[in-house]
């Protein structure tokens, strides 16, 4: 039997999700002032008008609910959750008001897509979308990879004390400095380098490919957020085909590479601890699947004929599957021909390698390669077991920043997320199944690559796609980036305010302020 | 509670961004390098 929560307890919700939401006008704020420098007329009253409903929801829901209780762990999760549903709403709005969305479901599919970096896209005339519409667009990536919640909070100050219970909320329990407000401040120093290298790498390679000028600077910088970020958004329908450049592609895979990479692995190379690269547990799982899949993938292609030579089978086979494996989603090639002309054994790769996913602790989303990495060391310490006498002493351990025992718990918890993520790239297919329109192929591609956060699309999604499977979409990239714990700890608060027993007497705790 | 950074902490200064920007461009030049390599393997496995 569950307590059942009680006034005080939604009030330091609705109050802390104020706070979000105020916060998340300045996300719209910062592309309208470029829209109003660019005379961007239409652009400019869309994002103004985003951001004046945005602060307003955020100020009426402050000022009517301000309260000093403290944040419980229940109340965190489910601030988050909601966090993350509110903030795709309001992030829809500008989107919904520039014309290029036939509904405001369709919008909001494209703000959650972009919030939660996962890139499918249902946007339509994206070719003539306005710059700062654009950036809009890309900023979500940037906003949503680093954690909407922790950006408004850690980077305003205005969580106090409760921002170490809303980051491990959100999916991030890594702590590189003891203080949660300088890891925060850590990860956003490392993308602000990043985002001078690699906008400025961008630029220089897309202006080799013909593309100069103020044009050239807006799409270095929207495809820095959406590299770096994994997101997968481009300023072209073609997304990184439309560039028809090496060199750019090579840029690309570089910032998908620094994305993929926990900021974890960062903090340790930034501190010269280069050792960590051989012994770390989840870089050596994601070397293995990558050179793997990535092998499972070029050798399909060749033997299906789509690329007879060593160019094409890297820029389009491999880019492909470093595309999907860091979770990024960029296309170098229209996705119908995954069915078409790839043949069976190159899309299998790339569905696995989407669900399989980049490092914990990245902006990449997926099962992560430290889960499958501890399940398999699981695996192995069984199979020990059953071999070794039972009075041999049997611990397995796996590297992590340092060595450590893998405790039953920590295996456990491993194997569940895995477990949750299968049943939900499964559940997607499934779905879509029921649409006859597509076989499981096509689904199941589309559907792991919803739930992964990773963005490829084999076709399905677009303007006209089922409003159906659009929300079974949209549910699953939520619970995707949010890796299930804070969505289901909401679910469970809200049956417990309907079946939970109530405190008496009222714990202090509890009472109002 | 905000404890303090520990000593070994290098982070801080323009020296520590070049060393940990250099070493993923690296890792990622090795990461392309093995690509290119897989795709000439394969595409002659193929023939």
């Given amino acids: ?513 | 509670v905000d404890r303090p950074v520990s000593p070994r902490d290098r982070t801080a200064g323009w020296q520590a961004s070049v060393v940990g920007v250099g070493t993923v461009v690296g890792i990622a030049a090795v990461v392309a390098a093995i690509g290119w390599v897989l795709a000439l393997v394969m595409q002659l496995m193929a023939l």
């Fill in chain 1, 1 to 513: 039997m569950s307590l059942r929560p009680d006034g005080s307890d939604l009030r330091i919700i609705g109050y802390y999700l104020g706070k979000v939401a105020a916060g998340l006008s300045l996300m719209m704020a910062l592309p309208a002032v470029l829209a109003l420098v660019l005379g961007e007329w239409n652009a400019a009253s869309a994002l103004l008008a985003g951001a004046a409903v945005a602060f307003g929801v955020g100020q009426l829901t402050e000022w009517r609910l301000r309260t000093r209780a403290s944040l419980t762990w229940a109340h965190g999760a489910v601030v988050v959750a909601l966090a993350w549903l509110l903030g795709s709403v309001l992030g829809a709005v500008p989107l919904f008001l520039s014309g290029h969305f036939s509904d405001f479901l369709d919008a909001w599919f494209e703000a959650m897509s972009g919030l939660t970096t996962s890139g499918l896209s249902v946007i339509q005339d994206l070719d003539h979308l306005s710059y700062s519409m654009s950036f809009y667009r890309h900023l979500t990536h940037f906003v949503g990879g680093q954690g909407i919640v922790i950006v408004v909070l850690a980077l305003l100050s205005a969580g106090g004390g409760s921002v170490g219970t809303l980051y491990v909320a959100e999916g991030r329990d890594e702590r590189l400095v003891p203080s949660v407000v300088r890891t925060a401040r850590f990860i956003f120093l490392i993308a602000s380098v990043y985002l001078g290298v690699g906008t400025l790498a961008l630029l220089g390679s897309i202006w080799t490919a013909g593309i100069g000028g103020w044009r050239g600077l807006g799409h270095a910088v929207n495809l820095f957020f959406a590299a770096f970020d994994t997101g997968g958004f481009a300023p072209s329908s073609q997304s990184i085909g439309y560039y028809h450049s090496v060199t750019v592609e090579l840029v690309i895979m570089f910032l998908m590479v620094a994305g993929t990479m926990s900021f974890a692995l960062h903090y340790a190379l930034w501190n010269r601890r280069y050792g960590e690269l051989g012994q770390n547990t989840e870089v050596r799982t994601l070397a293995i699947s990558l050179v793997t899949l990535s092998a499972m993938a070029l050798y399909g292609l060749a033997i299906s004929g789509a690329y007879t030579e060593t160019s094409g089978l890297f820029r389009k086979g491999f880019f492909t599957v470093l595309s999907a494996h860091s979770g990024t989603g960029f296309g170098v090639t229209s996705g119908r021909l995954f069915l078409t002309d790839w043949g069976v054994l190159a899309p299998s790769a790339v569905v696995i390698a989407m669900a399989l996913g980049g490092m914990a602790g990245s902006t990449a989303g997926g099962i992560k390669a430290v889960r499958i990495g501890v399940t398999f060391t699981g695996l192995v310490q069984d199979i020990r077991r059953l071999l070794l006498p039972e009075s041999a002493l049997n611990v397995a351990s796996y590297h992590s920043g340092r060595r450590r025992v893998l405790r039953s718990e920590v295996l456990r918890s491993a194997t569940a997320v895995l477990l949750l993520y299968a049943g939900t790239y499964l559940a997607g297919g499934l779905v879509g199944l029921f649409y006859g329109e597509w076989d499981i192929t096509a689904t199941l591609f589309e559907s792991v690559s919803a739930a992964a956060n990773v963005g490829l699309s084999i076709g399905i999604v677009g303007p006209d796609m089922p409003r159906g499977l659009q929300l079974t979409y949209i549910a699953q990239m939520w619970l995707g980036r949010l890796e299930f714990v804070a969505v289901f700890a909401m679910v469970a608060y809200g049956v417990s305010l309907l079946s939970g027993r109530r405190l008496r007497p009222r714990s202090p705790r509890w009472g109002r302020t």
